[in-house]
């Protein structure tokens, strides 16, 4: 789709020197409104906490108009400007209009909480990586007719057209989806100043399916606005419920969670299943659970997206929060869950054991009797409380980190484009070379 292009900043206009101010773009946009989305907005209410922390660096936020209200509320009366997109991005990043930006605007540094980036970035770029679940369990890859119906069929031939211009990273290993994202990743390893990850869980799983120094992947976590999120009362007596919070895919697994609800102590005991998050209900493989189940008429209850607030809500009255990821980045669902006093039932996995060890209740990814054994407890009351000492990390210290990273990035000496077979700051990483990414794909749990 880009065709040949020159490496990321040969554009880049060189600073007159003694001009101590360094311009930063911050990119918050996202394909879905849900976890990447919220930890941009996050990361700005971080930075907004800060104002004296970031004072040597000239800060530039990129938007979507979908997410310009919270955008702003995050900034509050803080000093970074706010550009609006005039439209949103397909699943392929290619802006001219955010190109024309940073160059008009001189950028020193783009910085996205989005997986990719345009290959047509004309300054130096830091990239953010969530998790690489798309590698690790290639069953939850798109396939071809899944990325067409969500993104249209345009944006899938001009995945395919990418795909071919990455030629020089694709290993042919896998679906089309799956040689796209490794070959895209593996470009942007290539042509970072920097990576940022949200846990150490990912950043192991950059360095083994990628072949990413570990020196050079700065995690940077999810954090939470306990502004927000705290206690808001007592645990619903009327009527308990658990709750899911997410994306109904593959990766949360929500059809395998909803089926154990449908046939376990869930809906035998009067309870219901809130579930929070965008279109869950319209998947296909839920539909025909519900039909399915009598129950799920009385058991089951989609509320859609719903305000901070009162999602911080429902978790304090919630009994606990369901989560039946095979993996994650972060995940801010158990934090902030936690963070209002609510119980966490999930599955025992490295990003969850690294992120709410000691304060949630694990479960085997594939125990279905372990999950329902759990949340029968937790319906009664017999679940033993952990929730109650659980410390979060603040948003504000996430920018902390943040800022290391862009400060750090930013003053590092512009690269002249050369010769592009081995990173300058890197020799040992070999353009191209699938380091470490055969036979590294892991399949998901039995049912």
Partial sequence: MHGAQQAPGTRHRIRPRGHDMSKVVIDVRA???????????GLLTGLAQRPVDHQDLDLLVVADADQEA?????LGDAAPKVEIAPEREGFVRNSPWLRRVLESCEADLYYSVHYTVDRA???????TVHDLTRLRFPETAYTAAAFAEEFGVPEWEALRSELDALSGFDTGEGSEFERYFRALNLWQAAHARAFTTVSEATRGDMVRLLGVPAEHVDV???GVDTALFRPRGARSQAVPYCMFVGLAGPTKRFGWLLETW???????????????GGFAEQRPEVLALLAKHPRAATSVRFVGRV??????????????LLVASVNEGNHLGPLEALACGCEVICTDIPPLRETVDGFAHFYPVADRTALDGLVGRALTGELPSKASTFQPQQWSDSAALLLDVLRRA????HQAEGDRTRRADH?????????????????????
Avoid: K, M, Q, W
């Fill in 31 to 41: 394909n879905h409104r849900t976890g990447v989305a919220r930890y941009g907005v």
């Fill in 70 to 74: 919270d955008v702003r509320a995050a």
């Fill in 121 to 127: 970035c004309p300054v130096p770029f830091v990239c």
């Fill in 220 to 222: 940077v976590p999810c």
């Fill in 262 to 276: 449908l046939t376990g102590a869930g809906a035998r005991g009067g309870a219901e299943l809130v579930v929070v």
């Fill in 307 to 320: 305000p901070d607030d009162e999602l911080a809500r429902l978790y304090s009255g919630a009994s606990a």
């Fill in 410 to 413: 930013a003053a590092r000496p």
């Fill in 427 to 447: 020799p040992g990483l070999v353009i191209g070379d699938p380091v470490g990414i055969r036979g590294t794909a892991t399949p998901l749990p039995e049912s």
